[in-house]
T-cell receptor
Framework: QKEVEQNSGPLSVPEGAIASLNCTYSDRGSQSFFWYRQYSGKSPELIMFIYSNGDKEDGRFTAQLNKASQYVSLLIRDSQPSDSATYLC???????????FGTGTLLAVQP | GAVVSQHPSWVICKSGTSVKIECRSLDFQATTMFWYRQFPKQSLMLMATSNEGSKATYEQGVEKDKFLINHASLTLSTLTVTSAHPEDSSFYIC???????????FGEGSRLTVL
């Protein structure tokens, strides 16, 4: 089992719709959870981080964490074509203090 | 503005040569820096953790003699790919951790192509 799992996609949504990106992790002791956006050929950029169970909202983005289910998600409201990118879920803590990335989900927002 | 400066952004070299990549923290001192490698259409794989003033900690499967890491100051870490071969062609990305907040910042990445 991979430490951090994501559906590779592509996930295609129409402009203005809600995009839902999901991630599961194996280390139950993980403490910190991050969502990064990566455009092709570029370095990842941090969108959000979440530490506690529940929802965390920042503009059009909402991160959701359920530690009991070892599940973290990212919702993007009012999706725009500029949101088209690969979204990387990353998890830190637990057995190590390293940031472990999932393989990423490619999001395509159709105009 | 940028928090991390990584240089060079891209490099092409001949097989057998060595290439040095620099990662510089611009805004704060970074005791810990991380080096990642990303192959096309794959995720970031942690190569090693660089600690200022001590030896780097390498991940399983990463050859420490091939990927030399030096973290001589609180603002600079370097990764040297020694005797590079075409299979070393990849996107190398450094990351720094802000000591007091734990937040991670990524460099712009360095794309290495070995001919």
């Amino acid at each position: 089992q991979k430490e951090v799992e994501q559906n590779s996609g592509p996930l295609s949504v129409p402009e203005g719709a809600i995009a839902s990106l999901n991630c599961t992790y194996s280390d139950r002791g993980s403490q910190s959870f991050f969502w990064y956006r990566q455009y092709s050929g570029k370095s990842p950029e941090l969108i959000m981080f979440i530490y506690s169970n529940g929802d965390k909202e920042d503009g059009r983005f909402t991160a959701q964490l359920n530690k009991a289910s070892q599940y973290v998600s990212l919702l993007i409201r009012d999706s725009q074509p500029s949101d088209s990118a690969t979204y990387l879920c990353a998890v830190m803590g637990g057995a190590t203090n390293k940031l472990i990335f999932g393989t990423g989900t490619l999001l395509a927002v159709q105009p | 503005g940028a928090v991390v400066s990584q240089h060079p952004s891209w490099v092409i070299c001949k097989s057998g040569t060595s290439v040095k990549i620099e990662c510089r923290s611009l805004d704060f001192q970074a005791t810990t820096m991380f080096w990642y490698r990303q192959f096309p259409k794959q995720s970031l794989m942690l190569m090693a953790t660089s600690n200022e003033g001590s030896k780097a900690t390498y991940e399983q499967g990463v050859e420490k003699d091939k990927f030399l890491i030096n973290h001589a100051s609180l603002t600079l870490s370097t990764l040297t790919v020694t005797s590079a071969h075409p299979e070393d062609s990849s996107f190398y990305i450094c990351s720094i951790r802000q000591d007091n907040t734990g937040e991670l910042f990524f460099g712009e990445g360095s794309r290495l192509t070995v001919l």
